[in-house]
């Protein structure tokens, strides 16, 4: 089986603060793992994703997450949050080439002025 | 080149009603996927495609929910007939690797936004 748990459905960061996105998995086997970001009305674009390469990953609009299987967890972080970048975001994991992709709950990011 | 598209972006019905939502993948996407999105949750799979047969379905409410995908283009999800809880966004998303590919990435259309009254 596998699930995600993203903490926090709703964070706040002032513009120019760093974001961090948390999102901890669960899979039997070697796990892919995915970010999407969500704009209001919009479908779900592809951030990044962790196929087993490097640890840390680098993806679109300056976002990058890290690997870590000792804590089982892929959170995303961008140095400095930009307006536009208030969105929702999801956390995706695939247990194998053959499963579907499990979506966590999404966190909804709110940058302040 | 071309997105997903979905149509219609907006639908508004009383229970009981049918409706049917329509989607064309990205040209060349073999693999198609039908998710639910309701308010507050993340997109849940309702059945995927690949070329034209079912890979997975075992999230869709048969009883109510069906979706075919004639000659591995264009597919169609219908829903009949619609009860409250199913309004929600229906997103389709399309994949040009076979469902083998786990680190494929999956492109999604606008969604279309259902209310059940």
């Known amino acids: 089986a596998q699930s995600v748990t993203q903490l926090g459905s709703h964070v706040s960061v002032s513009e120019g603060a760093l974001v961090l996105l948390r999102c901890n998995y669960s899979?039997?086997?070697?796990?892919?793992l995915f970010w999407y970001v969500q704009y209001p009305n919009q479908g779900l674009q592809l951030l990044l994703k962790?196929?087993?390469?490097?640890?840390l990953v680098k993806g679109i609009n300056g976002f990058e997450a890290e690997f870590k299987k000792s804590e089982t967890s892929f959170h995303l972080t961008k140095p400095s949050a930009h307006m536009s970048d208030a969105a929702e975001y999801f956390c995706?994991?695939?247990?194998?080439?053959?499963?579907?992709?499990?979506f966590g709950t999404g966190t909804k990011l709110q940058v302040i002025p | 080149e071309a997105g997903v598209a979905q149509s219609p972006r907006y639908k508004i019905i009383e229970k009981r009603q049918s409706v049917a939502f329509w989607c064309n993948p990205i040209?060349?996407?073999?693999?198609l996927y039908w998710y639910q999105q309701i308010l507050g949750q993340g997109p849940k799979l309702l059945i995927q495609?690949?070329?034209?047969?079912?890979?997975?379905d075992s999230q869709l409410p048969k009883d109510r929910f069906s979706a075919e995908r004639l000659k591995g283009v264009d597919s169609t999800l219908k829903i009949q007939p619609a009860k409250l809880e199913d309004s929600a966004v229906y997103l389709c998303?399309?994949?040009?690797?076979?469902?083998?590919?786990?680190?494929?990435?999956?492109?999604f259309g606008p969604g279309t936004r259902l209310t059940v009254l």
């Open positions: 998303a399309s994949s040009s690797a076979p469902s083998g590919g786990g680190g494929n990435e999956q492109f």
């Open positions: 899979s039997s086997v070697p796990p892919y």
């Open positions: 962790y196929t087993s390469a490097a640890t």
């Open positions: 995706a994991v695939r247990s194998g080439g053959y499963q579907k992709v499990t």
């Open positions: 040209s060349g996407h073999a693999t």
């Open positions: 495609f690949q070329n034209n047969g079912v890979v997975d």
